[in-house]
Every structure is written in C-alpha cells, then in structure tokens.
C-alpha cells in the first residue's frame, strides 16, 4: 500500500465493566457479559477486515482486558501495542495526538478506551460525508463493546476535525 492509501481508525469502548468498588474507577474488571462482549467483538472486526496492525489502548483494567480478549479472537496477526495513562486520564485531544503520531506505514489502528472520549472523538472527526445513522450513534454515545469505524484519505500527521468519514458503529449484542 502507499502513503495515500486510505487509513481505518476503529474507536473501540471497552467491554461492559463490573460496577465501581472500593478498589477505585481504573481497577475496574470485566463483567461476565463483557468477557461475552469480547468475543463478539473480535468476530465483527475480523469479519469485516478491521484487524489492527496498530491498538492505542487505555491503562485502566477493563480496556486492558478488553483487548486481551478481543486480542486472542484475532488468529495469530502481528499487532503493536500501546498503552496510555493519557487514554484514560484524558480526552479526545489527547487521543488525537497519539493518533498524529501513528507511523505512516500503519494503515488500520485500533483504540480501546472510554466514554464519552470514543464517540466524542468519532463525532469530531466525522466529515461532512460520514454515514447519517452512525453519526447519531455517537452523538448520543456509544455503548460498552461498541465501535465506530472511520475512514481517512492522508496521514495520520494530518488528522484533524473532519477530516475522516464516519462509515459505521457495530455494537455487538449481549
């Protein structure tokens, strides 16, 4: 592929989660639907060739765990991994400048992370030809296990608001 092929960005909210405790927010597990949530997930991105060579993932537990799940449905793909205290502590700015520094060579990235940073991101980003649907999805926030996929035309260095089309949001069943 080229350096101006198109780039697939897949903002990923984690699984469903077990409710807060006394351990705190970040240290929160996976519930057993969201263990259930992974699998589906992982089928939704490999069928629809949306396996990352790329993951930004947040720190917290249940991101992590996330991706570990979705990760072991993927088949034995190569795939880097980062993972960010900024992904959780943070927001759509933060994430986005991650993504600015994704190698060009990349050409789909997935982020694991939170609301309403996800879809805050998703909405953002969506240009005027991104999917009408869709972009109501993210709007209103996007449920735990679900991800929005967009669509970029030039580099990573170069995204910004807009500049990416909003194809869908799969939100797997529970």
């Not at 992982?42 to 790329?54: H, I, Q, R």
């Not at 793909?77 to 600015?100: F, H, K, M, N, P």
Request: charged residues 20%; proline residues 2%; contains cysteine.
């Amino acid at each position: 592929m080229t350096d101006d092929a198109v780039r697939r960005l897949v903002l990923l909210r984690h699984a469903k989660a077990e409710a807060g405790g006394r351990a705190g927010d970040q240290v929160r597990p996976l519930a057993l639907t969201g263990r259930r949530q992974c699998i589906r997930i992982a089928a939704a991105l490999a069928g629809n060739d949306l396996v990352p060579e790329f993951v930004l993932c947040s720190s917290a537990v249940r991101t992590l765990q996330t991706w570990v799940l979705v990760r072991g449905g993927l088949g034995h793909t190569e795939i880097d991994l980062q993972v960010s205290d900024g992904l959780y502590q943070g927001g759509a700015v933060e994430v986005l400048t991650a993504l600015r520094g994704v190698d060009q060579a990349v050409h789909t990235v997935l982020v694991v992370g939170h609301e309403p940073t996800m879809s805050n991101l998703a909405a953002a980003l969506a240009g005027a030809d991104s999917g009408e649907a869709a972009l109501a999805t993210v709007r209103s926030g996007m449920s735990t296990g679900a991800f929005a996929v967009l669509e970029l035309g030039g580099a990573w260095s170069d995204l910004a608001r807009a500049a990416a089309r909003l194809h869908e949001v799969v939100s797997p069943r529970d």
